[in-house]
């Protein structure tokens, strides 16, 4: 049987169309707002603005690089939260409309699995290694860390999450701290390359279980550095690559130090990472070597399918639709986490 998934993804602000065939990809179109830079931040009502601007022309064109007609669907996956309320309800309403206009099924799907379940897209002549189940997954984006311990393509438990800020939030705040721009965790893994991760030395939490915290990070990244300026007005540009370095150092050793303990404690060595800060070279880098010393599977997505991206929603779609898993055009948008 012929699956052909159209993928809508727009929790926060990117706008996303993509379409898979029988777990193939054959087009992942993302438009990203720029709106929000200048602001240092996303400001939710123009992210819904921008996505009702985008959504249209972002669907039409994953059809086309597809080469799909829109009869050809088998059905609609939908982002159906947790994110921004106001993006959500953009795809959310384009999704239902979409599938109710062809008459075919409408699947919701939530953005943190498809974030785990990205590592199963398979593209036109590329070989990928696929996590085999049960695998635990560090899932670290702007709005989310947590390790989820992935036991079927739908079966998942969150072990551990942050208790209050995301790895990315962290990376993000103290990158607009240091005069970035926004989204600061590229800009700081770049400038981190160049500069000495053991200069300076940073707050590192204990917190209880497997869970997270980086909201004291932040503080004190901020207070380190309003002492330092204090001193001397030019400290930061002047020890820039440093600062980033130690920065990412500190994020990725709080992220490793409880992956290796559910590693350990739960004998499971099948390790994949996901979400947007799964980009991060210095986390990548760190994966892999400890990885490779401890006999791991480690799994690292593709960089274009760490962010939010349709691809990841197709893919979750799909092996929904196998399940005969479709939802109701009454079903709500949701903002919170749940797994
Ligand atoms: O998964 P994502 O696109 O959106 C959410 O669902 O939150 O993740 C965005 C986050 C931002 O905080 C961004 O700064 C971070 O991922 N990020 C990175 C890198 N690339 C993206 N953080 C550190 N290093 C990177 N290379």
């Known amino acids: 049987m012929d699956i052909t998934i159209l993928g809508i993804e727009s929790s926060c602000d990117d706008t996303s169309a993509a379409i898979i065939h029988n777990g193939v990809l054959l087009s992942n179109v993302i438009a990203s707002q720029s709106v929000h830079e200048m602001y240092g931040g996303v400001v939710p009502e123009l992210a819904s603005r921008a996505h009702q601007q985008n959504i249209i022309p972002v669907v039409s064109e994953a059809l086309r690089r597809a080469k799909i007609e829109k009869s050809q669907l088998s059905a609609v996956a939908f982002t159906r939260g947790p994110g921004l309320m ?78 209050d800020d995301a790895a990315g939030e962290a990376f993000d705040k103290c990158a607009k701290v240091m005069g970035l721009p926004y989204p600061g965790g590229p800009f700081i893994d770049k400038l981190a390359k160049e500069g000495d991760a053991k200069a300076f030395m940073f707050h590192k939490p204990h917190i209880e279980a497997y869970n997270y915290s980086f909201s004291g990070l932040k503080t004190s990244f901020l ?117």
């Open 86 to 163: 106001g993006s959500l309800l953009v795809g959310t309403s384009f999704a239902k409309g979409f599938a109710q206009v062809l008459d075919i099924p409408l699947i919701d799907v939530n953005h943190l699995q498809a974030h785990i379940l990205a590592h199963f897209i398979q593209e036109p002549d590329v070989e990928r290694k696929m996590p085999n189940f049960p695998f635990i997954c560090l899932l670290v984006s702007g709005g989310n860390s947590q390790i989820v311990l992935v036991k079927s393509y739908k079966e998942m438990e969150i072990i551990g999450q942050t208790i």
């Open 223 to 339: 207070y380190f550095l309003r002492d330092k300026i204090a001193e001397n007005p030019n400290f930061i540009e002047e020890h820039k690559a440093d600062l980033c370095a130690s920065l990412q150092k500190t994020i990725v050793d709080i992220l490793m130090d409880k992956l290796v303990k559910v590693v350990k404690n739960l004998n499971i060595k099948e390790v994949a990472v996901a979400g947007g800060v799964s980009a991060n070279s210095g986390l990548r880098d760190r994966i892999l070597a400890y990885g490779a010393k401890r006999g791991w599977n480690v799994y690292v997505p593709k960089p274009a399918f760490t962010t939010d991206n349709a691809a990841m929603v197709a893919i979750t779609g799909y092996f929904k639709f196998q399940d005969k898993d479709f939802c109701g055009v009454e079903l709500p948008p949701f903002s919170k986490v749940v797994i």
